[in-house]
């Protein structure tokens, strides 16, 4: 079945340092990929997504970058900031049918930056 | 994009009861989803409720621990029966944005069984 590799956590940085949190995954099809944040005591927010080969998802400052050739779609931004701390997760949906699939989970990285 | 509402957004439960957590969607979906995620862990998909069906449920998941209800087209419930410590978790609901892949998530339900 599908599956999503994600960095293991938790991982400290300092402010302005870059980020990057590795994310790869098994999929039948072309799936879509997605990046979720989850601020302290909140629910899931949708960071980025890509829907095939060769897409950027950016937000925020954010980007990640669907590559099918490594099945890889890794999150990156170069400056961070106090407020990115946060727990990530990493996903992806099945391609082949649009909407109304489950989302498959990596297990998160729980993101802190010091000042 | 959807506004999902989610209540309770906490509860403290004693070993044994029952729990029922209603989602409120803003606008009428097909589909909506429920997931547990365990302290420290990663979202796992409880199951998916259908409007006018019965929920398809995941393998590790069964009804009669997790019946949810589907009665129309912005509501549904989960309810977390002969609660244990083990069920100690968030829980949260989903739906699908109109024509789109990207899912919303309600606020999450943080249930903590003693």
């Known amino acids: 079945g599908d599956s999503v590799t994600q960095m293991e956590g938790p991982v400290t940085l300092s402010e302005e340092a870059f980020l990057t949190i590795n994310c790869t995954y098994t999929?039948?099809?072309?799936?879509?990929l997605f990046w979720y944040v989850q601020y302290p005591g909140e629910g899931l927010q949708l960071l980025l997504k890509?829907?095939?080969?060769?897409d950027k998802g950016s937000n925020k400052g954010f980007e990640a970058t669907y590559r099918k050739e490594t099945t890889s779609f890794h999150l990156e931004k170069g400056s961070v900031q106090v407020s990115d701390s946060a727990v990530y997760f990493c996903a992806l949906r099945g391609g082949s049918n649009f909407g109304n699939e489950k989302l498959t989970f990596g297990t998160g990285t729980r993101l802190t930056i010091i000042p | 994009s959807a506004v999902i509402s989610q209540k309770p957004s906490r509860d403290i439960c004693q070993r044994g009861t029952s729990l029922t957590i209603q989602c409120q969607v803003d606008?009428?979906?097909?589909?909506m989803f429920w997931y547990r995620q365990q302290p420290g862990q990663s979202l796992t998909l409880i199951a998916t409720?259908?409007?006018?069906?019965?929920?398809?449920?995941e393998s590790g998941f069964v009804i009669d621990k997790f019946p949810i209800s589907r009665p129309n087209l912005t509501f549904s419930t989960l309810t977390v029966s002969n609660m244990s410590p083990e069920d100690s978790s968030i829980y949260l609901c989903?739906?699908?944005?109109?024509?789109?892949?990207?899912?919303?998530f309600g606020q999450g339900t943080r249930l903590t069984v003693v």
């Open positions: 606008s009428q979906v097909t589909m």
């Open positions: 999929a039948t099809g072309y799936p879509s």
């Open positions: 890509a829907t095939k080969a060769d």
């Open positions: 989903s739906v699908d944005g109109v024509f789109s892949t990207e899912a919303f």
């Open positions: 409720a259908n409007q006018g069906s019965e929920a398809t449920y």
